[in-house]
């Protein structure tokens, strides 16, 4: 049903005009006052005015007295400060009576950032939730209301409940490449697998800059094609492996696990020298400086390229599978902006924080989030995208794909990782990448890891389930 529901959606947005740059404004101050003009049009409400000329919303407020919210999100991305600051100041300017304040971040590690503000008892009323099971089980968010969640075609649920609004859709991962070099020398998009693989030589054999750009020196970065062939490999067939493995009728020996690591041994002989000691942040440089023709990334890597410079022309397309089929990463994932329980305690936090949050996606705000962010629209009411023309690619890729369904490790409930062994599994990908580590030895460590991950953390048996 979210597979029909998400293509509904996607339908919708490829009826959104593709035009060739994103919307651009500097970042406002977090709690400066707009223009009354952008706040008439952000409020969405009928405006009233006041003995000093000013318009305020007409109506009652959703809160019986002023209210403070504090609002923390990912912010080492520039135009994720840029979309979050804008809408912020927009609410802040329709709602007199509600003050957010957006808590730094400092561009750091985010879940550390999360922990720590919970350890020293400044859990912020409303954030960007990534880790959302392990905070669902510390009972530290509050569940939304179907209000919330009638404004999404998909929703994550855990355990029933539904704790956070999508902000998009699955970021999906794809080849994005060098037009003008493909151009230049008669390359063109593959459309199996065999033709990827054959295109990727034909670029080596050439000899003047490396196939694919790789940024392994973060671990994180190799989950973009980790998963890629996990997907091919694995869940292909047995889309519950991992539950599997919880009830020990499977394990990381499995003829699927071993295609897996295959599969990446074939791709990243195409890589650039030094790929592991070449940080995520760089790769970029790679593509728009003629040093890699493709690489392998998300939608948010569009406005990264275009920044770094404007006059770039770049393609995208899907990796097909070996078995001749295309699966995607996509569809709203467990992740959102979430309302912590203990705002939720007090009737007006939680009020201001709902208000907060159907603010975010009424279409003219988060229009904003959306073009910022190459990120793909989850609400029912679709906000009109102004998007480069490659994005529109990326909408039409997920709407016919084979399957469209969230990472390996994005998963909750039976076919939940076990805490850290998602970094594990790529630290022993790169090892067999590297030679240091055979395959049948990578699968044996892998075993040993999850028994006993699996003795503190197993959602099957409910075993370390909070």
Request: aromatic share 10%; net charge negative.
């Amino acid at each position: 049903m979210k597979r029909k529901l998400f293509a509904g959606l996607l339908t919708s947005a490829m009826m959104i005009s593709a035009l060739t740059g994103c919307g651009n404004s500097e970042a406002p101050a977090e709690t400066t006052k707009g223009s009354e003009a952008a706040t008439s049009a952000a409020s969405g409400q009928e405006q009233e005015t006041t003995k000093d000329g000013a318009e305020s919303p007409k109506g009652d407020s959703v809160v019986t007295a002023p209210t403070d919210l504090t609002f923390i999100f990912a912010d080492g991305d520039e135009g994720m400060k840029v979309a979050m600051n804008e809408i912020v100041n927009r609410f802040n300017e329709a709602n007199p009576d509600i003050t957010v304040t957006i808590e730094p971040g400092n561009g750091g590690a985010y879940s550390e950032f999360l922990k720590t503000k919970d350890s020293v008892g400044e859990f912020p009323d409303i954030m960007e939730m990534r880790d959302t099971a392990m905070y669902v089980r510390a009972e530290k968010l509050e569940p939304l209301s179907e209000e919330i969640k009638s404004l999404f075609l998909t929703t994550m649920e855990f355990n029933g409940n539904v704790y956070t609004a999508p902000l998009g859709g699955e970021n999906t991962n794809g080849i994005i490449y060098n037009k003008t070099y493909f151009d230049e020398n008669g390359f063109t998009e593959p459309t199996t697998y065999e033709e990827f693989i054959a295109l990727c030589q034909a670029v080596a054999d050439k000899g003047d800059m490396a196939p694919l750009v790789v940024g392994g020196q973060d671990i994180w970065h190799m989950g973009f094609w980790y998963h890629k062939a996990y997907n091919d490999q694995v869940l292909s067939q047995d889309g519950d492996f991992i539950k599997h493995c919880y009830e020990g009728t499977k394990d990381f020996s499995d003829p699927a696990i071993k295609a897996t690591f295959e599969e990446m041994k074939e791709i990243m002989q195409y890589a650039q020298d030094g790929w592991t000691s070449t940080p995520d942040a760089q790769i970029t440089t790679f593509l728009v400086s003629d040093m890699a023709a493709m690489m392998y990334s998300g939608t948010h890597m569009f406005s990264q390229i275009s920044q770094a410079d404007p006059n770039f022309e770049m393609g995208w397309f899907p990796v097909p599978s070996p078995d001749g089929k295309t699966r995607l990463v996509g569809g709203a994932g467990v992740g959102g902006l979430a309302i912590s329980a203990e705002a939720a305690k007090d009737p007006n936090k939680k009020a201001a924080g709902e208000a907060f949050i159907k603010f975010f996606f009424q279409p003219e705000n988060y229009k904003i989030y959306c073009e910022k962010l190459s990120a793909i629209p989850t609400t029912v009411e679709q906000p009109q995208l102004d998007v480069l023309p490659v994005f529109q690619e990326v909408i039409d890729a997920t709407v016919a794909t084979d399957d469209l369904a969230p990472m390996w490790n994005g998963r909750v409930g039976e076919n939940e990782l076990p805490p850290d062994f998602r970094n594990f599994t790529y630290k022993t990908l790169v090892e067999v990448l590297q030679g240091t580590r055979e395959i049948d030895s990578a699968c044996e460590e892998m075993n040993k890891t999850w028994k006993t991950a699996m003795e503190n953390f197993n959602p099957v048996t409910g075993k370390g389930i909070q």
